[in-house]
C-alpha cells in the first residue's frame, strides 16, 4: 500500500473516504435503479439465483435498458425463472425468440436457459461448481473458468460463447464478479443476497467496469490501463488493504461515484 495518493491523501484517510463512499451508495435506494433490482422481485432462493445470473449476463448498456429488457425476459419466463429453465418445453422456449437485448438475442436466451439446465441437473445451486474449485485449494479466477466449462458442456451455438465472460484470455470478468457479488455479500443494508454462504466474501474480486475503472484510476487505486483481469487483480490487492474480510463492498464507491459523475478528491 503506497503512502501517498494523488489527491495527498495518505492510506488511513483514503480508506476514510472508500468507506464514506461505500456508505452512501450502498444503501435500499441504491436498488431500484439498478439490475439487482429484478432478481429483488423474487424471495425463493432459486429464482433470486437464476434472475441473478440472467440479469447480469446482459448488464451492458444504460442501466434502465437492462432493467427493461431483464424484465421483459422474466415476463417471457412467466416471472417463475427457475420453473421455467427446468421444465420449459420447447413450445414454450419459442416463446422467447422475440427476445433481444443488444447481442443477445433468442438463440442466446434459449442456449443460456439449456445451459442452465444441464447446470441445475447436476448442481443445487451455481455456487456448488464454483466452490468445489475453491475448496481444492484454487482461487476464483480458477473458479470461475471452472464454471464457464461446465456451463457450455453441452452443445451450444458458438456465438452464445461470448455472453460469458472467459478470464482465461484476459477477460476483467465483470458479469460474473457482479453475480458472484450479489449471491455471496451480505450485510444489513439488503442491497446484496448473500444466499451463497459457501463462499467467503473476502475471496471475492471487483467487478471492473469502465466506471469503477476510472474512478480507481483517479483516485490513484489502480495503474494499469486496461479493463482486464490484470487490473482486477490489481485493484482487488489494493481494495483487501483497506477491508480484508470485504472488498467488493468498495464497488458501490467506484461504481456509484462513477456513474453519477461525482466530483471526486
Wanted: proline share 4%; net charge neutral.
Amino acid at each position: 500500500m503506497r503512502n501517498k495518493f494523488p489527491n495527498g491523501m495518505d492510506a488511513s484517510q483514503m480508506k476514510l473516504y472508500l468507506d464514506e463512499m461505500a456508505d452512501r451508495y450502498n444503501k435500499p435506494d441504491f436498488i431500484a435503479l439498478d439490475p439487482i433490482s429484478i432478481p429483488h422481485r423474487f424471495s425463493e432462493v432459486r429464482d433470486i439465483e437464476v434472475s441473478a445470473f440472467l440479469t447480469a449476463t446482459i448488464a451492458w448498456g444504460r442501466r434502465d435498458l437492462i432493467i427493461r429488457s431483464a424484465d421483459k425476459l422474466m415476463e417471457l419466463m412467466d416471472n417463475e425463472p427457475f420453473n421455467f429453465i427446468t421444465r420449459a418445453s420447447e413450445k414454450e422456449l419459442a416463446t422467447l425468440d422475440c427476445f433481444v437485448h443488444r447481442t443477445f438475442n433468442a438463440v442466446d436466451a434459449v442456449s443460456f436457459i439449456r445451459c442452465l439446465r444441464n447446470i441445475y441437473e447436476h448442481n443445487r445451486s451455481i455456487e456448488d461448481v464454483v466452490v468445489g474449485e475453491l475448496r481444492n485449494g484454487q482461487g476464483m479466477h480458477s473458479a470461475i473458468m471452472k464454471l464457464r466449462g461446465e456451463f457450455f458442456a453441452i452443445p451450444h451455438p458458438a456465438r452464445t460463447e461470448r455472453h460469458l465472460s472467459d478470464v482465461s484470455k484476459g477477460s476483467a470478468g465483470k458479469k460474473l464478479n457482479m453475480f458472484f457479488r450479489w449471491m455471496a455479500r451480505k450485510d444489513d443494508t439488503g442491497v446484496d443476497f448473500g444466499i451463497w454462504k459457501k463462499i467467503n466474501p473476502a475471496e471475492l474480486f471487483i467487478p471492473l467496469d469502465i466506471h469503477a475503472g476510472n474512478t480507481a484510476r483517479h483516485l490513484g487505486l489502480l495503474e494499469r490501463r486496461q479493463n482486464d483481469w490484470k487490473a482486477v487483480e490489481e485493484l482487488t490487492m489494493v481494495l483487501r488493504e483497506f477491508d480484508t474480510t470485504d472488498p467488493v463492498r468498495y464497488d458501490f464507491a467506484l461504481f456509484g461515484a462513477g456513474v453519477n459523475g461525482e466530483n471526486l478528491k
